[in-house]
């Protein structure tokens, strides 16, 4: 296996944290992390956000192992330290939504090389979330699942959804979309944003070590998304939408003052979600996982709760 570049000094995460460099079937390198110990009952896969990276889940991975659970994090195409998509890296671009899953397929390869045990586990966080819905819809072989605040719609307004179709489409049909979407800068949201008014955390130190990671490391860092990432996004959503939920035992966190994905969505599917339960947390932002101490604690044993009632 290729070894490939892993931050622990940024991580937060347990000891025997490693990354090796994955090879997609469209000839793409990404990167994939993981943390594991012996005697594991089984793997949590975790697919991060846009603009994330595998070490911001090394506190995620420390709940799990110490639950005796192994933890995997992804860098999809475009972001991280995999293969960016254009020649601008401070844009987050894909070709199509759809080829987020020619990763999936790449990282369950991996995981069995690596020989991490099953039961397979997943959580998908904001654009994780929109890309394991539909990689569970398509056979993910996992036993359970749990979303934070996952990408089923964007919370955009009423007056500029209509505009967020029309320039996708018009600028997709002229080959014009390699671009930053209008409004987005190339400077990373954690890089330019104050604390005070972020929409990501109230957790000063977890706000901190995403600054941290960044400011040590920028070739992790990733601006906002070009207008092709926006069309196809909105694209995947909408098919996404019309499909009944799978049956997958699911958990879903969301913040009571989540301003990034729509929260009408996330309640709309989790109404109908079989064997779903939706856990709203209060005054969250929109990373649960990172938020104060108290809610953090709740979504953790929750999810490990979860893990732990489907063997």
Same mark, same amino acid.
């Given at each position: ?142 036993? /359970?699942? =749990?979303? *934070? #605040?996952?990408?089923?719609?964007? &919370?955009?307004?009423? %007056?500029?959804? @209509? $505009? /967020?179709? =029309?320039? *996708? #489409?018009?600028?997709?049909?002229? &080959?014009?979309?390699? %671009?930053?979407? @209008? $409004?987005?800068?190339?400077? *990373? ?123």
């Amino acid at each position: 296996m290729d070894i490939a570049p892993f931050h622990d000094d940024v991580a937060y995460g347990p000891d025997g944290g490693a990354a090796h460099w994955v090879t997609t079937v469209d000839g793409l390198k990404i990167r994939v992390g993981h943390w594991t110990c012996a005697d594991v009952k089984g793997t949590v896969l975790i697919f991060p956000g846009r603009t994330e990276y595998v070490e911001k889940y090394g506190d995620a991975a420390r709940e799990f192992l110490e639950a005796n659970y192994a933890t995997v994090s992804i860098d999809w195409r475009g972001q991280g330290l995999a293969d960016r998509m254009v020649g601008d890296r401070r844009m987050g671009h894909v070709g199509k939504f759809a080829d987020y899953q020619k990763d999936v397929s790449a990282v369950m390869a991996h995981v069995k090389e690596l020989g991490l045990p099953e039961p397979y586990f997943l959580i998908g966080h904001s654009m994780g979330g929109c890309i394991g819905l539909r990689a569970l819809m398509e056979g993910l072989p996992v036993k /359970a699942a =749990a979303f *934070s #605040a996952p990408m089923w719609g964007i &919370g955009l307004s009423p %007056v500029v959804r @209509p $505009g /967020a179709w =029309a320039v *996708s #489409a018009v600028a997709g049909a002229f &080959g014009k979309d390699n %671009v930053f979407a @209008p $409004g987005q800068p190339p400077v *990373s949201y954690v890089l330019r944003e104050d604390f005070d008014i972020n929409t990501l955390t109230k957790d000063r130190d977890m706000w901190d070590r995403l600054v941290e990671q960044l400011t040590k490391y920028p070739n992790l860092a990733l601006g906002g998304p070009s207008i092709r990432w926006l069309g196809e996004s909105l694209r995947e959503m909408l098919r996404l939408s019309n499909r009944p939920s799978p049956a997958t035992p699911t958990v879903t966190f969301l913040g009571t003052n989540e301003d990034i994905v729509d929260p009408q969505r996330i309640k709309d599917r989790m109404a109908k979600w079989p064997n779903g339960t939706l856990h709203m947390i209060d005054k969250g932002e929109h990373e649960v996982m990172l938020e104060i101490p108290a809610s953090r604690r709740f979504v953790y044993d929750t999810m490990i709760a979860h893990f732990n009632a489907h063997p």
